[in-house]
Each structure stands twice: as C-alpha cells, then as structure tokens.
C-alpha cells in the first residue's frame, strides 16, 4: 500500500484500479480517491467488506463481469502442441 503512495507521489501512474474484497486497502483506496486517481475497485468476491462498501467508491464485482472476461477458446487449457512454434 505504501508503494502505491509513492509511486503516486512520483508520477508513476495516473489511474488506479484495486483488486480486493478485504478492507484493509479502504486507506488506500480513500487516499486515492481524494487525489482523484481511483478508478474502480474490482471485487473477487460476491460481497465486498462493509468498510469498502462504505467508503463511496465505484464497486464492481468480477462475478458479475464474467461474460465480458470469458474468453470462448478450445485452445484454454490445452497443452501446445509439440510442433507449434511461437
């Protein structure tokens, strides 16, 4: 969490988007926020900590993403064949 602050702080990034369910990161996530960095928080999880939930920010849970994140391959999964170069 400190790395992202500094990293912020040095101009390394200009948008933020936070992977967690777990309210440990709502300090982060409200530092963010205020600096007007935040982009969403993506939750693995079907509930979200009520810490998270109560700080105001964008919440979007990945179950709730999956027909945009699935890929339709037959190839997933599938060991490359030994011939197949890349």
Known sequence: MLRAAIDHFEGKFNEAVIVSSDGDYVGLVRFLNERFVFNVLLSPANKCSYLLWK???????????????????PQIGKAP???ETL
Not at 55 to 73: M, P, W
């Open 81 to 83: 064949d030994k011939d």
């Open 55 to 73: 700080s105001g920010v964008r919440i979007v849970y990945l179950d709730s993403q999956r027909n945009k994140l699935e890929v339709d391959s």
